[in-house]
């Protein structure tokens, strides 16, 4: 890929382009002079899979569950706001215990995405201990949601017109004994993070992104509040549950008494609203009411009500990672006329580059992952200097990243 | 910036008053739920094709949006593009959305760049090219952005006509069965469900 002429610096190495646990693999390709990033590009849709095609060839039905499986962390969001959207084109009204289920899950799914990514930054940065714990308490939230909905992932609990599992008494008491466990932990984790020597020096003033760059780079959920952009769809657009609580941004200022723009500041928002997370799901527990669960539990019914519908509208939801975007219309058809999907981090990769441009490799694993795309798609580097060629894999660079935090600490 | 924030219907009229007859159509949606049954209003203007940056420009003097994403829908003579924004964000429950819809003419796709005043939508730019076969003017960076490299030029996978995915591309995976040039399984061979020649008509039994 890369010719003689590339002898001299700025030198060109590419990073990607996939990697496993990605929904967007994204080949990357720097400009280095010495350690510290020049320039930087990317190509994501490496495996662009044409979800928004195959959902045009079927009803709404058949691709609630097919948002589904758009992501594997974020299993309910794509679901939900598919089918507002599809609620709204047929005016189909979700009875209010419904979206006190459906607030309910969509925040237990934020707290194991939020606890997935802070062990994924751990591990970024080489502090490994820290990852087998965050991890090891994330798993009391998935076995939450898998009591809730039958599923780890994929949860298949969103139907158009409500849900399709109910939230008995007896299951009250498992997801209080989740949120005690986690609000006990919170301290414990804000500490380990924030207080930490070697995280506070590999993540403060790195990965800087001000709040100019985020509003035109049209950054979406934590990466923008974390500079500092007031922006939450659970404060600003109440839909589900929300308009009922009092839900607000959390900014990193709050707490820190002011905004850096840094990767520090996303650990600070993530952690924070995994707290604010547990706040929400007791409210929705004891302010539950009681009712149906869905407007139309006959699927035949249900696919002649859409079938009948005209008409174009939007659904949003606050993902994990900031805002999922439906825009579905429907002409009187089975399989809707346009449907397009657009996920939070669609919106958060142009940041990328203001982040990254002017730091060292080292830093490129926890920045990459700081927006939080899931995990960095480090997989595999080509450093092309004078004739040799050597390939840096995952792990080396994850080694590179590991010894800045060695050397740091000395 | 101004950080006034406006009712929908006073954004509504602003809109039809500064724009007037370049706007085809214009309509106001709202949701509620939850128990509180507060409102999302959504608002909907279809326009010129002229009128599309002004009028980002005016949502800009108004607040700073939001850009979600442009989306786009081949109706048979026109691609329409409808370009989504969010206004007044950080002010709760005050946030609506804005769309901007413009035909274009298939014998005329093509649409300025709106990268100059939002630089992040370049992205959703790149997309609309490469899946609606539209032309962005000016648009500062015109490679593809999810579609392979070797993805044949002049096939749009949005579009409906000719120039959408072609049969023959399309891998209907439902209908492989195992490879017959492999060793055979451990297991016995099950009894295979019979295929119907089409794609279920769906009358609702799932």
């Given amino acids: 890929m890369s010719g003689n002429e590339e002898k001299k610096a700025p030198y060109r190495v590419q990073i990607g382009p996939t990697h496993p646990a990605l929904k967007e693999p994204v080949m990357f390709t720097f400009e280095l002079e010495g350690e510290v990033v020049r320039d930087v590009d990317f190509a994501p849709g490496q495996t662009h899979r044409g979800i928004e095609w195959m959902g045009m060839r079927r009803n709404p039905v058949q691709i609630v569950h097919l948002t589904d499986r758009v992501c594997g962390i974020c299993g309910v969001v794509h679901s939900l706001s598919f089918a507002r959207a599809v609620e709204q084109i047929t005016e189909i009204e979700v009875p209010e215990r419904a979206d006190y289920i459906r607030t309910i899950i969509a925040e237990f799914e934020r707290i194991q995405s939020h606890l997935l990514w802070a062990g994924v930054a751990a591990h970024e940065l080489g502090f490994d201990s820290l990852l087998h714990l965050t991890w090891r308490v994330r798993e009391q939230a998935m076995d939450v949601i898998e009591n809730l909905t039958g599923n780890r992932v994929n949860y298949g609990i969103v139907q158009v017109g409500g849900v399709r599992r109910d939230i008995v008494p007896e299951q009250h008491r498992i997801i209080e004994d989740c949120l005690a466990t986690y609000e006990g932990l919170l301290e414990k984790l804000l500490d380990l993070f924030l207080h930490d020597r070697t995280i506070t020096m590999r993540c403060r003033d790195v990965g800087c992104l001000t709040r100019d760059d985020a509003l035109e780079l049209c950054t979406v959920g934590p990466t923008a509040r974390a500079s500092g952009i007031n922006v939450d769809l659970r404060q600003d657009y109440p839909y589900c549950a929300y308009g009922d609580l009092e839900v607000r941004a959390i900014l990193p200022d709050q707490h820190l008494g002011e905004t850096r723009g840094d990767v520090y500041d996303r650990i600070v928002v993530r952690l924070l609203e995994v707290g604010q997370s547990c706040g929400i799901i007791r409210q929705c527990l004891s302010g539950m009411p009681a009712g149906e669960i869905t407007a139309e539990p006959k699927l035949a019914k249900l696919l002649a009500i859409c079938k009948k519908a005209r008409g174009e509208a939007i659904g949003r939801v606050e993902a994990p990672r900031g805002e999922a975007f439906h825009y579905v219309r429907m002409n009187g058809k089975e399989a809707p006329e346009a449907w397009k999907i657009k996920a939070s981090s669609y919106s958060n990769l142009m940041s990328w580059i203001p982040m990254l441009k002017g730091e060292q490799i080292a830093d490129i694993p926890i920045i990459v992952a700081s927006i939080d795309p899931c995990l960095s798609c480090t997989d595999r580097v080509a450093v092309v200097r004078e004739s040799g060629r050597s390939i840096l894999t995952k792990e080396e660079l994850h080694r590179l990243s590991v010894e800045k935090t060695r050397r740091l600490q000395i | ?206």
């Avoid at chain 2, 949701?31 to 203007?45: A, T, V």
């Avoid at chain 2, 326009?47 to 442009?70: S, T, Y």
């Avoid at chain 2, 989306?71 to 429950?93: A, C």
């Avoid at chain 2, 195992?178 to 008509?201: H, I």
Wanted: charged share 30%; proline share 8%.
């Fill in chain 2, 1 to 206: 910036m101004t950080e006034r924030v406006m009712r929908a219907e006073q954004v509504v009229d602003l809109f039809k008053v500064r724009f007037g007859t370049g706007i085809q159509e214009i309509r106001l949606t709202e949701r509620r739920e939850g128990m509180k049954k507060q409102p999302n209003y959504n608002i909907w203007i279809d326009m010129d094709r002229d009128l599309l940056k002004p009028a980002i420009q005016q949502l800009i003097d108004l607040h700073f949006p939001h850009f979600a994403v442009i989306s786009g829908i081949d109706t048979g003579d026109t691609v329409r593009l409808v370009y989504h924004f969010s206004i007044f964000y950080g002010h709760p429950g005050k946030e609506c959305t804005i769309s901007f819809g413009v035909h274009l003419p298939k014998s005329d796709l093509t649409i300025p760049t709106i990268s100059d005043l939002i630089p992040g939508a370049v992205f959703s730019e790149r997309e609309k090219q490469e899946f609606l076969g539209v032309r962005v003017i000016d648009i500062p960076d015109s490679r593809r952005l999810f579609l392979p490299e070797d993805f044949p030029q002049g096939v749009f996978p949005w579009r409906k006509d000719e120039t959408g995915i072609p049969e023959s591309m399309v891998k209907n995976l439902y209908l492989s069965r195992r490879p017959t040039d492999r060793p055979s399984p451990q297991a016995e061979a099950k009894e295979l469900c019979p295929l119907e020649g089409e794609e279920g008509s769906g009358e609702g039994s799932s």
